[in-house]
């Protein structure tokens, strides 16, 4: 492109100054794409690259989050299956076979199905959706909440987080690349020494971080059970200690609840953090800034490639219809359905309509819960095999977890 360009010019008239100079930017631009960098790769994902390629027939993947059955298979749950055919049958219902788009932040059978199952079945606090506390959107799972809540966030709220040490690789990833940019700190979390909760390190560290000068709240990433990759979580009495300096000192809690389900095998235990944060009695005045939860069905509905989760913002109270406040909630959506647009313009259908028929199911949302208590119920089954066979103690200490083998 670049010689046919210069040679028809010097064949014709003398080449101006400025067109000179666009050759140049030309040939500038053209070397660019050579000069791309290779970039690392994914901590996580690129060891089961590694893992695909290497030849021993011993290996065993102990790499991305994925429960496989006795075969070493992912199979579908039961419930997901039931949902799955249901579905199938169904295809000439257009309420069940409709390829169109998705509005941009979802479907509102998904909302009214999830937030249900989130603050009225696992929380017990039915009151958040009456009082229109709960700004909703269906999300690209979990990452994709983590995404959208960060751009929102650094855009109108923030711009400093602080995420454990240690956190799910691609916590810092996912932070820098919308918003929080290099502003993300680590609070001490787990002892590698003693294996434990370092939960007065933690407490220490709230304080003595916090900047009463500061013009903007910080923002705090918690994982709400099961915590990836240590598997060590704080009993409820920590998380009081915890959550109470996190109220006082007014940071915005980001609970990211990948593994609802997958630490107690009980769906509604596992939410010990967020029916805490959200406990009226313990702050009555909620959360000033919003508590962002970022929640997924990967993991604990087995829809790991159908990208299926969300993000709630539930807001401070004085959100009934009417009063002053509740335009604000009309505000925040609007603005995330503006970030949602430029980003990827609307979620995908087929995971969330599973996910709306187990939970709008009863028979189907019982067989659902059974099959998560199922799961971990294996899951700690074949960690006790193991642990008779290597004769690893630690294997089925529950204070010194190995958080890889757990979840
Ligand atoms: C702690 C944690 N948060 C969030 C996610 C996001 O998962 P997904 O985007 O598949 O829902 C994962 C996945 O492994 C995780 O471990």
Redesign the pocket.
């Known amino acids: 492109m670049i010689r046919s360009l210069s040679s028809s010019s010097s064949s014709s008239s003398p080449i101006s100054s400025s067109s000179l100079l666009t050759l140049r930017n030309i040939r500038y631009f053209s070397s660019l794409i050579k000069n791309i960098p290779l970039a690392p790769a994914d901590k996580?994902l690129g060891l089961t690259s590694e893992f695909n390629h290497d030849q021993n027939n011993k290996k065993v993947n102990l790499t991305?989050?994925i429960y496989k059955d006795a075969f070493g298979k992912v199979t579908p749950f039961p419930s997901v299956r039931q949902a799955q055919n249901l579905l199938n049958k169904n295809h000439s219902n257009s309420k069940y076979n409709n390829l169109s788009y998705l509005p941009i932040t979802g479907c509102k059978d998904f909302e009214t199905n999830v937030t249900n199952f989130l603050f009225n079945d696992s929380i017990n606090k039915p009151t958040l959706i009456e009082d229109n506390r709960i700004s909703f959107i269906q999300t690209?799972?979990?990452?994709?909440?983590?995404s959208i809540a960060s751009t929102f966030i650094t855009k109108f709220l923030s711009n400093e987080i602080i995420i454990p040490n240690y956190?799910?690789a691609?916590?810092s990833n996912i932070l820098q690349k919308n918003g929080f940019k290099n502003n993300i700190n680590h609070y001490p979390y787990y002892d590698p020494i003693t294996g434990k909760l370092s939960i007065n390190k933690w407490k220490q560290y709230l304080r003595s971080t916090h900047s009463s000068k500061s013009t903007m709240p910080r923002s705090i990433l918690l994982?709400a059970s099961?915590?990836?990759p240590t598997g060590v979580d704080p009993t409820l009495k920590q998380w009081e200690e915890i959550i109470d300096i996190i109220h006082e000192l007014k940071m915005i809690p980001i609970i990211?609840m990948?593994?609802q389900g997958l630490e107690t095998g009980n769906l509604f235990q596992d939410c010990q953090l967020l029916k805490l944060c959200l406990d009226e009695s313990r702050y009555p005045k909620g959360w000033k800034n919003g508590l962002f939860l970022?929640q997924?069905?990967?993991?604990n509905m087995g829809l790991?490639g159908e990208?299926v989760?969300s993000l709630s913002i539930v807001l401070p109270p004085g959100q009934e219809e009417g009063s002053p406040e509740s335009v604000m909630k009309d505000k925040i959506n609007s603005q995330l359905k503006r970030i949602v647009r430029g980003m990827y313009s609307s979620p995908p259908g087929y995971g969330s309509k599973i996910a709306n028929i187990i939970l709008s199911e009863p028979d189907l949302k019982l067989r659902w819960i059974k099959d998560v208590k199922f799961m971990v119920d294996r899951l700690n089954q074949v960690r006790l095999m193991l642990y008779e066979r290597l004769n690893w103690n630690d294997l089925i200490n529950n204070e010194l977890i190995m958080g890889c083998l757990f979840?």
Do not use: E, P, Q
């Not at 690209?140 to 983590?146: D, R």
């Not at 997924?296 to 993991?299: D, L, P, R, T, V």
């Open positions: 996580i991305v989050g690209l799972s979990g990452t994709g909440a983590i956190s799910w691609n916590h994982h099961c915590h990836n990211d990948a593994y970022c997924s069905f990967a993991k790991y990208r989760g979840h």
